[in-house]
């Protein structure tokens, strides 16, 4: 089963100040290179250069309008429930300064 996901992030905030905020939301956080690790994994934020503010929310496509790409990846061996939590902490956090953001996953992480 692939355990890595992905958080489509629309936010005002600059990459830097994401990945910033997600480390001091994190306390067992640490930024290495534009990375995040956390608990076990590996966070990227990538800035999407097809990015419309305004085609979001317009149906099952709009989710490649979003401005961020957060992929999250094991970094060892890792189990669904420990990814699931993950997926859904992040989420939380991402959603008290986002405008919006959506989970892609495989369909296990919706159960």
Known sequence: MDLTFEIL?????????????????????????GYLLLQGNVLKIEENPGHDKNRLGFGEESWSFFKYSASV?????????????????????????????????????YE
């Open 9 to 33: 992030v629309e936010s005002k905030k600059s990459k830097e100040d994401l990945i910033e905020y997600l480390n001091n939301q994190f306390p067992d956080s640490l930024v290495r290179g």
């Open 73 to 109: 990846f094991p970094q060892n061996t890792s189990d669904i429930k420990n990814q699931k939590t993950l997926a859904r902490q992040l989420l939380d956090v991402l959603r008290a300064t986002a405008e919006d953001v959506e989970l892609i996953a495989e369909p296990d992480f």
